[in-house]
């Protein structure tokens, strides 16, 4: 892939892959599923039990981040967070300019 389409690894983010064993507990300690919960599917609804996303993203002063969460095989969900590459919050420019 090329380095224009991939994030710096640098970026602020993290990734969450939850079984189905431990979904209750551990969702429960992502403060925002929720919000992103809400957001309406963005995948085919034909395929929904097996495969569905949704997406949201954030801007508040200089903080840009976005947020997708996939469910996968109706079992597994994938949380991911990362900052915008045009973030400027402390911790971004921080990384960037350290």
Partial sequence: MSPEWTLPERRPGYIHIIT?????????????????????????DAYAAVFDYRWISEKTGPLRGHAIAMLLWDRIILIAMSHDPACECPECIRRRDG
């Fill in 20 to 44: 189905p064993f431990e979904a209750h507990e551990r969702i429960a300690q992502i403060p925002w599923y929720n919000d992103l919960r809400a957001v309406a599917p963005m995948g085919n």
